[in-house]
């Protein structure tokens, strides 16, 4: 760790380019909705959750049994709605994307 004049330690900031990198990554994000009518069991959303987290390009699923939903973050760049309700389908759970 370098000493400043002050006695104080020396604090790097960050080259502005990784600013806006992150910045970009968190702009390409989607979030999309999808309807899962096929879930009756308090385990049936464990399995979908997997599934869909289990799609490449994908960092984030919230499943909610109540309303038979999915809400799944995931990079564009990388994946489809597309794909991840063929994900949930394979697992033995047809899912439809809103909108």
């Given at each position: 760790?370098?000493?400043?004049?002050?006695?104080?330690?020396?604090?790097?900031?960050?080259?502005?380019?990784?600013?806006?990198?992150?910045?970009?990554?968190?702009?390409?994000?989607?979030?999309?909705?999808?309807?899962?009518?096929?879930?009756?069991?308090?385990?049936?959303?464990?399995?979908?959750?997997?599934?869909?987290?289990?799609?490449?390009?994908?960092s984030q699923?919230?499943v909610d049994?109540?309303?038979?939903?999915?809400?799944?973050?995931?990079?564009?760049?990388?994946?489809?709605?597309?794909?991840?309700?063929?994900?949930?389908?394979?697992?033995?759970?047809?899912?439809?994307?809103?909108?």
């Open positions: 760790m370098a000493i400043g004049v002050s006695g104080l330690p020396l604090i790097a900031s960050a080259p502005s380019s990784v600013l806006v990198s992150a910045a970009q990554a968190a702009e390409a994000e989607r979030t999309a909705t999808f309807d899962v009518p096929g879930m009756t069991c308090a385990l049936c959303p464990v399995t979908v959750k997997k599934a869909m987290e289990g799609v490449e390009g994908v699923v919230e049994f109540d309303t038979r939903t999915a809400i799944v973050v995931f990079d564009p760049s990388v994946t489809s709605v597309e794909a991840i309700a063929a994900a949930s389908a394979n697992a033995g759970y047809p899912a439809a994307a809103r909108g």
